[in-house]
């Protein structure tokens, strides 16, 4: 258990709606990372947040969006769904600093399996 | 541009050992990650390179090289649970990590 947790475990909706994902960090941890993973591909970074605020944006859609809220777990919203976002979507989070873990190495949630129909 | 290269597939016998290497180009070096993902699951933290030379954990070693932007991953006594991806990222000069796009790793009996 990476303690970090993500809800829901699976979603199952249909095009063109809205979805939100909600992420859990580690206690401690100020950074939070979404990532999408399609079937057999690779790690798709998405934002980051670190303590509410945006620190980095990778290839995220702009029908994608998301928050770090001030307790620090965040949410990525997708909106208008096709179903190439069918997906993995995993949250990781990291210190954010070297204080109490030199590698500052990310830890990944159990991911929540979307599937757009 | 960045990049990370890494076999896509590859194939080993249980008992045996196997060699996963990583090449890399980016903006700068703060470090080279492995993971490990089965199927379906979370990536999970493996070793972490940052100066040259061999980082022995159990069963499993990383090897960097900065000068030639190259990595390998090294799994010795292949059990069957070891069958997983095995991803390579490096963390560039604004500490952001570059993903590859994973080994898929295959030990047969």
């Known amino acids: 258990d990476s303690g970090v947790t993500q809800t829901p475990k699976h979603l199952i909706t249909a095009t063109g709606q809205r979805v939100t994902l909600r992420c859990s960090p580690r206690s401690g941890d100020l950074s939070v990372y979404w990532y999408q993973q399609s079937l057999d591909q690779g790690l798709q970074f998405l934002i980051q947040y670190y303590n509410g605020e945006e620190r980095a944006k990778g290839n995220i859609l702009e029908r994608f969006s998301a928050q770090q809220f001030p307790d620090l777990h965040s949410e990525l919203n997708l909106s208008s769904l096709e179903l190439g976002d069918s997906a993995l979507y995993f949250c990781a989070s990291s210190s954010g600093t070297s204080n109490n873990r030199p590698y500052n190495e990310q830890f990944f949630g159990p991911g929540t399996r979307l599937t757009v129909l | 541009g960045q990049n990370i290269d890494q076999p896509t597939e590859m194939t080993a016998t249980e008992g045996a050992i196997v060699q996963i290497n990583c090449t890399y180009q980016?903006?700068?070096?703060?470090?080279l990650f492995w993971y490990q993902q089965h199927a379906g699951e979370a990536p999970t933290f493996l070793s972490y390179?940052?100066l040259d030379g061999l980082e022995e954990k159990g069963r499993f070693s990383s090897f960097l090289s900065r000068s030639k932007g190259y990595s390998y991953l090294l799994l010795k006594e292949l059990q069957m649970k070891d069958s997983a991806s095995y991803l390579c990222?490096?963390?560039?000069?604004?500490?952001?990590?570059?993903w590859g796009a994973g080994t898929k790793l295959s030990i047969k009996p």
């Open positions: 980016t903006s700068g070096f703060n470090g």
């Open positions: 990222a490096v963390r560039d000069s604004n500490y952001q990590l570059i």
């Open positions: 390179n940052v």
